[in-house]
């Protein structure tokens, strides 16, 4: 899966671009950032930083306010779109077609950046007789039920992905797997916790304060190199002889049919947003990591995603 750490050095994609096609447009009323997600979601705060950079930098010609349409997976939000608004998006874009839970997929909008992925994580608790990823595996080998996970908020999502993902090389029957859903993560970690499921699997940022507290412990990180801070010794599926990456990854979108000096306009003003310290910062304070894709290379990246998703999917019986 296309989730490798990459960034783009934005010197060359300023001299790639045409100026003079960059200049052909420019947002005439105030811009939008939609975000599929209630306030304080993952997405909303994305869309916030984002916000608030483009703000106090001046950076845009006109007006930037962040406005929330929750529901249908995100498909309400995506609907919404017009000329002169974006969107964050997620995996959901994908993976709700895929699934029949909405028909709006990637070549419904128009795909302007892929910005950062927050890689998955699999945790226990502290007292866990597993002590990695390979003492998992293993486990699974020997009964795919022995073992279950708890995550959320949907089959389907990059957490169950990623059990599929490590499940399949060994061998594994994916739909003979464990898994539990909540509507929020930490309802999974209290399962954890509680001694009811084994591992939580989540985005780094879930259990990130039970780890640092000693609650809980991580077996691996699904990152291709090792993460900062609570999670700088705990050693990648890779590093465990399991080849495996997996992300929640966040990308910006615009309406489908933009032209390509509105594309030029937004390949500049992300690639500029994505090299600003501003930009680093929030990426560092929320256990994020860069993955800046201009929009050529995000179609293509999408375009991967969903075969890939298409094939796992199927195999877990959830793809319709």
């Keep these: 899966m296309q ?12 001299f790639g671009l045409s100026a003079a096609h960059a200049a052909d447009w420019r947002p005439e009323k105030p811009v939008e950032i939609i975000s599929g997600v209630a306030a304080g979601g993952a997405l909303d705060i ?31 939000a995506w609907t919404y779109l017009n000329a002169h608004y974006l969107s964050v998006t997620s995996a959901t874009l994908l993976t709700n077609s895929l699934t029949g839970g909405n028909a709006l997929n990637h070549n419904d909008v128009t795909p302007l950046a892929q910005m ?15 002590k990695t990823g390979r003492d998992m595996v293993e486990r699974l080998k020997k009964d795919p039920a022995s073992l279950s996970f708890g995550l959320a908020t949907t089959l389907g999502n990059p957490s169950h992905i990623a059990i599929a993902q490590i499940a399949r090389p060994a061998g594994i ?5 464990k898994v539990a859903v909540f509507t929020a993560s930490p309802q999974a970690m209290t399962g954890v916790l509680g001694g009811h499921l084994d591992i939580m699997v989540s985005n780094a940022s879930g259990p990130l304060a039970q780890i640092e507290g000693g609650q809980m412990r991580a077996l691996a990180v699904a990152a291709p190199k090792r993460l900062a801070a609570a999670y700088a010794t705990v050693p990648t599926l890779k590093e465990q002889g399991i080849n495996v990456v997996a ?3 966040r990308g910006v979108i615009g309406p489908k049919g933009m032209t390509p000096a509105q594309i030029a306009y ?5 690639a500029r947003l994505a090299a600003s310290d501003d930009w680093k910062k929030y990426l560092a304070d929320h256990q994020l990591e860069s993955d800046y894709r201009a929009s050529r290379e995000a179609k293509q990246f999408l375009e991967a995603e969903y075969a890939e998703y298409k094939t796992i999917l199927g195999e877990l019986g959830l793809a319709k």
Excluded: C
């Excluded at 989730?3 to 300023?14: D, E, K, S």
């Excluded at 845009?60 to 306010?65: A, K």
């Excluded at 950062?116 to 597993?130: H, K, N, Q, T």
């Excluded at 937004?266 to 992300?270: Q, S, T, V």
């Design 173 to 177: 029957d994916v739909r003979k797997l």
């Design 266 to 270: 937004w390949d500049a003003e992300l």
């Design 3 to 14: 989730t490798a750490l990459r960034f783009i050095a934005v010197a060359a994609l300023f």
């Design 116 to 130: 950062l992925s927050e890689y998955v994580v699999f945790a226990v608790r502290a007292d866990s007789p597993l």
């Design 247 to 249: 992300a929640f990854w």
């Design 46 to 76: 994305m869309a916030r930083a984002m916000q608030k950079i483009w703000q106090e930098k001046r950076a845009l010609s006109v007006p930037s306010t962040v406005v929330n349409r929750p529901g249908a997976g995100s498909s309400i």
